[in-house]
T-cell receptor
Framework: GAVVSQHPSRVICKSGTSVKIECRSL??????MFWYRQFPKKSLMLMAT?????????EQGVEKDKFLINHASLTLSTLTVTSAHPEDSSFYIC????????????????FGQGTRLTVV | GENVEQHPSTLSVQEGDSAVIKCTYS??????FPWYKQELGKRPQLIID?????GEKKDQRIAVTLNKTAKHFSLHITETQPEDSAVYFC??????????????FGKGTMLLVSP
C-alpha cells in the first residue's frame, strides 16, 4: 500500500508553546488528508478534513484557531497545536487519500504512524 | 453528517471460534465501507473494504457483508487466532457539501482471542 509519513512520532512541549506535526504522502498525491485524535483505548475522533489548496473543514467542537491545519501541497499537510495545554496531550494521527470523490470514486485511506503529544 | 455505530465494544473469543462485529450507518449516500485493524501502539491498517454495489466480499478468513436497505455492515473473522487480537474499526464514507468525502469511524471493537 501507499506510504504516509508523520513526524514527529513523539513530542513533549511546555504549556503555552506551539507544536507542528507534519503528514506527508510519500508515493502518491493526497488530495484529501484527515486529522484524528485518539485517546487511550478509544476510537479515532475526526478533527478536520483538509483538501489541497482550500481551507480545512473542522468537525463540530474542534477549535480551528487552536488546531491550525495547512494543506499547501499534494504531499504535505500540517497540524499546528497552538498555545498547547496539558489537556491537549493526546495521540494525533493523520491519514491521506489519493483521489477526489467523483473522479475515481472513494478510495482507501492510509494512516501515518501517529504523534504522541505530551504537554507539561 | 454521517453517524457510524459499532458493536460490541469488546469481544472475547476462544482461538478457532468465529468473531462478528457489526456497524450501522446513517447516510444512505455512503458508498464505501472499509474495516481497519489497529494493533497496540501502531497505526490502523486496512484489512478489507466493500463498496455499495456488492453485498459480500471475502478474503481468506475475513469477510464483510453489506445490507444497504438496513444500512448495516458486518465483519466476520473465522478460525480466529491470537494474532487477530487488536482493535477493529469500521468506517463509512460521507460526502460533504463541498463535494469532497470524509471517513467517519465507529468507536472500535477490542477483539481478544484466547489460546
Amino acid at each position: 500500500g501507499a506510504v504516509v509519513s508523520q513526524h514527529p512520532s513523539r513530542v513533549i512541549c511546555k504549556s503555552g508553546t506551539s507544536v507542528k506535526i507534519e503528514c506527508r504522502s510519500l508515493d502518491f498525491q493526497a488530495t484529501t488528508m484527515f486529522w484524528y485524535r485518539q485517546f487511550p483505548k478509544k476510537s479515532l475522533m475526526l478533527m478536520a478534513t483538509s483538501n489541497e489548496g482550500s481551507k480545512a473543514t473542522y468537525e463540530q467542537g474542534v477549535e480551528k484557531d487552536k488546531f491550525l491545519i495547512n494543506h499547501a501541497s499534494l504531499t504535505l499537510s500540517t497540524l499546528t497545536v497552538t498555545s498547547a495545554h496539558p489537556e491537549d496531550s493526546s495521540f494525533y494521527i493523520c491519514s491521506a487519500r489519493e483521489s477526489l470523490s467523483g473522479r475515481r470514486g472513494d478510495t482507501e485511506a492510509f494512516f501515518g504512524q501517529g504523534t504522541r503529544l505530551t504537554v507539561v | 453528517g454521517e453517524n457510524v455505530e459499532q458493536h460490541p465494544s469488546t469481544l472475547s473469543v476462544q482461538e478457532g471460534d468465529s468473531a462478528v462485529i457489526k456497524c450501522t450507518y446513517s447516510d444512505s449516500a455512503s458508498n464505501y465501507f472499509p474495516w481497519y485493524k489497529q494493533e497496540l501502539g501502531k497505526r490502523p491498517q486496512l484489512i478489507i473494504d466493500i463498496r455499495s454495489n456488492v453485498g459480500e466480499k471475502k478474503d481468506q478468513r475475513i469477510a464483510v457483508t453489506l445490507n444497504k436497505t438496513a444500512k448495516h455492515f458486518s465483519l466476520h473473522i473465522t478460525e480466529t487466532q491470537p494474532e487477530d487480537s487488536a482493535v477493529y474499526f469500521c468506517a463509512a464514507t460521507y460526502r460533504m457539501n463541498s463535494g469532497y468525502s470524509t471517513l467517519t469511524f465507529g468507536k472500535g471493537t477490542m477483539l481478544l482471542v484466547s489460546p
